[in-house]
């Protein structure tokens, strides 16, 4: 469980955000007992009296965890205390010397109910040494329940990266705001559950997780033009395009149209199909004034005739989203194809599709969804178990933790007419695609286990229900 619209941060951005603080007037280490009184009010709550092992690293992840040791023992814990050698930084110092405790080595220590991990915290970016990380996953495996502080140990801050983390964390208590490890990579599996405390620490970022949308139901006079008009494009694999079809229309869009070369083929009674059998005939039919976005690519095919119509709806004057075969026609040429476009263009691949578009991007997923939405003038939605949105000005969101029942065939074409049908409604850049990734990711948890992409659509009206 990911906290819905937190802020998300690199560990320079943290630093950087700390010190506006400290700049202000707050101690640091009032900050840090804050942040150690957070950890110890989460210890305690998930305790329920057992016995606690507290591990400190030399650093101030390390202070505050010392912290926390104090006030949980004042609070009549049973704490016990172990540290990886002496603290580090002068603000962990000082905690340390607030305890009056006995102080361990990590190496001797003994398994108990309840381990809180303060080792290594924001700004980790090598491996776990080697014997560390086996002690420390041999105390998580023993333990009943497990608490991080920031992020495990083991985690590329800014990646999500597996650095040695153990598995089998419980919670992880995120300091100030979430940082890129809790919703990228490894991070998701290694963090569990994320709680945050954000200590009244203002940060200043353009990333945050997927947010629960504000819908509105359609007005007294709203009719199916005022509600938007969807115009999907068939191709040789016609079921996907049904899908995505079903899913505008069930995604809340007033009239939806099916062009492609079957005009009796199968489907709901209320979509309406189009007899498309030519580029020139889609250049036509887009040329229709009522059109308000275009879905094109699920079971495009990629055959010539696909990349006449892929050319085809590229000139057309229309909102556009991508996905499937007409991102695989895109290929390496993909910033060429899409910084021409003067409508706004949305692409919805996974990590697949969007490796071979945007090879040698570096850095995070975010960073590198962030360059390639810069330099396609595109919004890009990088499908995963960590969804990344980034727009060509700067927005980025994150969705983490959607159902992995969702690895199935067609519901990346749910998610591309579900994404239409917020676009026509009046979305533009990461909020239509925002909306629609949340509605996909809960429409999933109500379908329950083994869904089929049929089974999802028929789920997003609820979905769509607890957002009115």
């Not at 629960?212 to 969807?230: D, I, M, N, T």
């Not at 709901?268 to 580029?279: G, I, K, N, T, W």
């Amino acid at each position: 469980m990911i906290p819905s619209g937190a802020p998300i941060v690199t560990a320079a951005e943290m630093r950087a955000a700390e010190q506006a603080v400290f700049a202000s007037g707050v101690a640091q280490d009032t900050l840090m007992e804050q942040a150690g009184a957070a950890v110890a009010r989460e210890t305690a709550r998930f305790a329920m009296g057992r016995s606690i092992l507290i591990l400190a690293g030399p650093g101030n992840n390390g202070g505050d965890a010392y912290v926390a040791a104090r006030l949980l023992k004042n609070d009549g814990h049973d704490v016990s205390l172990v540290a990886t050698g002496a603290p580090a930084t002068g603000a962990a110092e000082r905690m340390h010397a607030l305890w009056h405790g006995p102080t361990s080595s990590l190496y001797a220590a003994r398994p108990r109910p309840v381990l809180v991990d303060g080792l290594f915290g924001t700004g980790m970016t090598r491996p776990l040494e080697r014997g560390l990380a086996a002690v420390f996953a041999d105390l998580c495996s023993q333990a009943e329940f497990t608490l991080s502080i920031d992020l495990p140990s083991g985690i590329d801050t800014d990646t999500g990266a597996d650095l040695g983390a153990p598995r089998g964390i419980d919670v992880t208590l995120a300091l100030g705001a979430l940082k890129p490890a809790h919703v990228l990579d490894a991070g998701i599996e290694r963090c569990g559950t994320v709680l945050l405390a954000d200590l009244d620490i203002p940060v200043d970022t353009r990333c945050r997780t997927v947010a629960r949308p504000q819908l509105e139901a359609p007005g007294a006079h709203s009719h199916k033009y005022s509600r938007g008009l969807v115009a999907v494009i068939e191709g040789a694999m016609p079921g996907a395009a049904r899908l995505a079809a079903r899913a505008a229309m069930a995604g809340g869009a007033g009239y939806v149209v099916l062009a492609g070369d079957r005009p009796w083929g199968d489907g709901p009674d209320a979509l309406v199909r189009r007899e498309v059998r030519s580029a020139e005939d889609l250049t036509e039919f887009l040329g229709w004034d009522r059109i308000d976005a275009v879905v094109l690519g699920p079971g495009l095919g990629r055959d010539r005739r696909a990349e006449a119509f892929l050319r085809a709806a590229f000139a057309a004057d229309k909102p556009l989203v991508l996905d499937g075969d007409a991102l695989t026609l895109l290929g390496t040429g993909a910033a060429r194809w899409l910084e021409t476009r003067a409508a706004p263009t949305w692409i919805t691949p996974h990590s697949g599709e969007f490796d071979r578009m945007f090879a040698g991007e570096g850095g995070s997923k975010i960073d590198r969804t962030l360059a390639a939405a810069a330099e396609t003038r595109a919004t890009i939605v990088h499908k995963g178990a960590d969804t990344v949105i980034a727009s060509p000005k700067g927005d980025v969101r994150v969705l983490a933790g959607a159902s992995p029942w969702l690895s199935t065939a067609g519901t990346g074409d749910v998610l591309a007419g579900l994404l239409a049908a917020q676009i026509v409604q009046g979305g533009k850049g990461v909020a239509p695609a925002e909306a629609a990734t949340w509605l996909h990711a809960r429409a999933a948890q109500l379908a329950g286990p083994a869904l089929i992409a049929d089974a999802l659509v028929m789920r997003i009206p609820g979905a769509i229900s607890e957002c009115l």
